[in-house]
């Protein structure tokens, strides 16, 4: 074993002790935590009926964009089966099932996996979708798996994973902001509670990179560099409908998500900004020549991001997403 993947090793041992202590703080219990059936009408009620008429009445009006945005947020959520393959295959843990690393793991997805199945049964029941073209998205999705630069590496999956959750956190909160202004409270609750869990996920992963940051500051430094060099790839970006080649539907996605304001090129900056405030990436010490290299990319880069980003046009080009009705 090579001195860095030995270091790793021994890194991942000291954060898989500290993941079992945290558990508690980041995920919440299984007993009283929420359930999608607390949102969703409920099937053995007199009312229940009556009550999808509500929930479709009230999904009328929901914009193509924002319904077209909801839809791809869903698939996303649902292709957990290639996330939780992803993170158990990350170097370095004991491999123990009772150990901090696979525990999180199982936790972590086990709290993710509420989200799908809220959004899926709401767009089931909503009208507003054709569920079996969205269901054949789900399952490229999952049957594709990803490619998103992290390799097996600890280092480069925290960092991931903290930036993904932040970025989740923003969208579903900006899509329950929206269905609120267009009517559907429901719907903003749902996404509300989606956000706040993964608010608490981003938490969590943050935490987990500071550790490492502690312990091994520059190796942690050059991972950092290294996935911001390569850009933070989100699920999304591998989405497909029927006939078409990955990244084609994510074009139309991001463009109905950037036209919305729900997930912008501002913002992947900011949480950019967020990080390195978070994990104090300015004042880091004990760095060698190329740590501090490193660490002077990372600090002029969201500036120079900033600078792209404001340039760029709101999209306005039409597309019809194969998942939506009518």
Sequence with gaps: MSFFADKRREVMMHIEKYMLESMGTYLKPIDTNWQPSDFLPDSTSET????????????????????????????????????????????????????GWMKWVRHWTAEENRHGDLLNKYLYLSGRVDMRQMEISTQYLIADGF??????????????????ELATNVSHRRVASLAKKDGDTLLSKMCGVIASDEARHAKAYKDFMNRIFEVDPNEAML?????????????????????????????????????????????????????????????????????????????????????????????TIDYKFSWIAG
């Design 48 to 99: 229940f009926y009556q009550d999808i008429r509500i929930l479709r009445d009230n999904a009328k009006d929901l914009s193509y964009d924002l319904v077209a945005v909801l839809i791809g947020d869903t698939i996303t959520e649902e292709a957990l089966p290639t996330y939780e393959s992803w993170l158990a295959m990350v170097d370095g843990h004991s491999g123990d099932e009772e150990g």
């Design 147 to 164: 490619e998103i630069g992290t390799g097996h590496d600890p280092y480069r999956n925290f960092i991931y994973t903290s930036f993904q």
């Design 223 to 315: 991972a950092f560099e290294d996935m911001m060099r390569k850009k933070i790839v989100m699920p999304a970006h591998f989405l497909r409908e029927v006939g078409l080649k990955i990244g084609q539907t994510f074009g139309h996605f991001t463009d109905a998500a950037q036209r919305l304001g729900v997930y912008t090129a501002v913002d992947y900056v900011e949480i950019m900004q967020q990080l390195i405030i978070d994990w104090k990436i300015e004042g880091m010490r004990d760095l060698d020549e190329a740590g501090e290299k490193a660490r002077d990319y990372i600090m002029n880069l969201p500036s120079r991001l900033l600078r792209v980003a404001e340039r760029m046009k709101n999209p």
